[in-house]
């Protein structure tokens, strides 16, 4: 088992930044690639980055490319979201997730987090 908790939500302009963090405990955490997810109200979840395991590859969604970057440090088992020049567009539950393998997929990935909110105002 993998329990995961995000926290670092909250309310911010349009263009302003957030950080996001998820904490991990339980199993190893470098066998694990860990994705980012969100959640916006009447949608389905979508992915947004992930970063393998050493933390030496990561993928975006190109929503997020460019302003958004998936970090880890695996000495805290935690992993980390930096979300700049964030949009209205961008407001959603933003979920962490312990995945089976590198990839952009939600099947993909085996243990969730609660999420936590993300409102930006415009």
């Known amino acids: 088992q993998v329990q995961l908790v995000e926290s670092g939500g909250g309310l911010v302009q349009a263009g302003g930044s957030l950080r996001l963090s998820c904490a991990a405990s339980?199993?190893?955490?470098?066998?694990?690639?860990m994705g980012w997810f969100r959640q916006a109200p009447g949608k389905e979840r979508e992915f947004v980055a992930v970063?393998?395991?050493?933390?030496?590859?990561?993928r975006y969604a190109d929503s997020v490319k460019g302003r958004f970057t998936i970090s880890r440090d695996n000495a805290k088992n935690t992993v980390y979201l930096q979300m700049n020049s964030l949009e209205p567009e961008d407001t959603a539950v933003y979920y962490c997730a312990a995945g089976l393998s590198f990839s952009g997929s939600r099947s993909s990935y085996e243990y969730w987090g609660q999420g936590t909110q993300v409102t930006v105002s415009s």
């Open positions: 970063i393998s395991g050493s933390g030496i590859t990561t």
């Open positions: 339980g199993r190893t955490f470098t066998n694990y690639p």
